[in-house]
């Protein structure tokens, strides 16, 4: 599985983002897709994770009600939808794959490159 993210930038406090990840390789259908983060000075952290064709995607409590993410089947791309951003959601944003639940447990094995979100307040 190849990872593509993009979509990074700098945005205001308040504002909007979205970020991309373009999957290829394989892709199954058990397969989910995610978003971790990694702010200066602290651990990467579990963002967002989704199951291509459907099912309830699952968000770390930090970003619940700011943050959607949704996945087009048809292009293998997962959107991070990121709106109201804060300060705090500045770090640099990575897009991961493997089965749903360990992508969601944090152990996810494979990953694209990092893109950066800054926001400033």
């Known amino acids: 599985v190849q990872l593509q993210a993009s979509g990074g930038g700098l945005v205001q406090a308040g504002g909007s983002l979205r970020l991309s990840c373009a999957a290829s390789?394989?892709?199954?259908?058990?397969?989910?897709m995610g978003w971790f983060r990694q702010a200066p000075g602290k651990e990467r952290e579990f963002v967002a994770a989704?199951?291509?064709?459907?099912?309830?995607?699952s968000y770390a409590d930090s970003v619940k009600g700011r943050f959607t993410i949704s996945a087009d089947d048809a292009k293998s791309t997962v959107y991070l939808q990121m709106n109201s951003l804060k300060s705090e959601d500045t770090a640099v944003y990575y897009c991961a794959a493997d089965y749903f639940s360990t992508v969601v447990n944090g152990s996810p094995n494979y990953w694209g490159q990092g893109t950066l979100v800054t926001v400033s307040s």
């Open positions: 989704i199951r291509w064709r459907g099912f309830t995607p």
């Open positions: 390789g394989r892709t199954l259908s058990s397969y989910g």
